[in-house]
């Protein structure tokens, strides 16, 4: 008597499992770097040009503010101060303890104007017509962030100081366009006497 076996499926429900386990191992560690190693960003709009411009894939360190403190010029992601569900790309120009003055287009640190070389020429650090100034000695935990792009960032000029713990993380690499890939240049800053 001849029974009909099933028909060959060319994997054996060992592999199967292996497949399986595989896949959820990978999601699981695609997860755990996401979370806590580094994470992909889209630029949404002009604040940052020329530094980087709309629609440019970046990757963020989300490791190294656990080790050490942000250090002035560093390019963060952080949750907006005013709606924590928006994420937003700014340099750091005065770290916590500071004092920040701007006066039209100059920045100054405790009183030393800081000397922003990444900028184009005719950038101006405010958005409105006629003189600026504006003065804020930061907190313990709190940071002066700007746009590179000045007459397009909604900044630390009109929402204050950004909280320490709201930051994210640190961007380390531009990925996509590709003629821009790359890790990203820290600036060295003179703060001159004035």
Do not use: C
Not at 111 to 135: C, H, I, K, M, W
């Amino acid at each position: 008597m001849l029974t009909e076996q099933p028909p060959y499926s060319g994997k054996s429900p060992e592999t199967a499992y292996e497949t399986l386990r595989t896949i959820v191992f990978v999601l699981m560690a695609a997860f755990l770097v996401r979370s806590f190693v580094a994470q992909p960003f889209v630029v949404q709009g002009r604040s940052m040009e020329p530094t980087f411009r709309h629609q440019e894939y970046l990757v963020v360190d989300k490791v190294k503010y656990r080790l050490e403190h942000p250090e002035r010029g560093d390019i963060i992601v952080f949750r907006a101060p005013e709606d924590p569900s928006q994420n937003y790309i700014k340099r750091i120009i005065a770290l916590p303890g500071e004092r920040v003055t701007i006066q039209d287009s100059t920045v100054s640190i405790n009183g030393q104007r800081l000397a922003e070389t990444y900028l184009n020429q005719n950038v101006a650090s405010d958005d409105t017509s006629g003189s600026f100034f504006l003065e804020k000695q930061l907190g313990p935990t709190e940071y002066f962030v700007l746009g590179d792009n000045r007459n397009h960032s909604s900044d630390s000029r009109s929402w204050g100081p950004l909280p320490a713990p709201n930051i994210i993380g640190r961007v380390l690499v531009t990925v996509f366009p590709l003629r821009d890939f790359g890790l990203i240049r820290q600036p060295e800053y003179q703060i001159l006497t004035q």
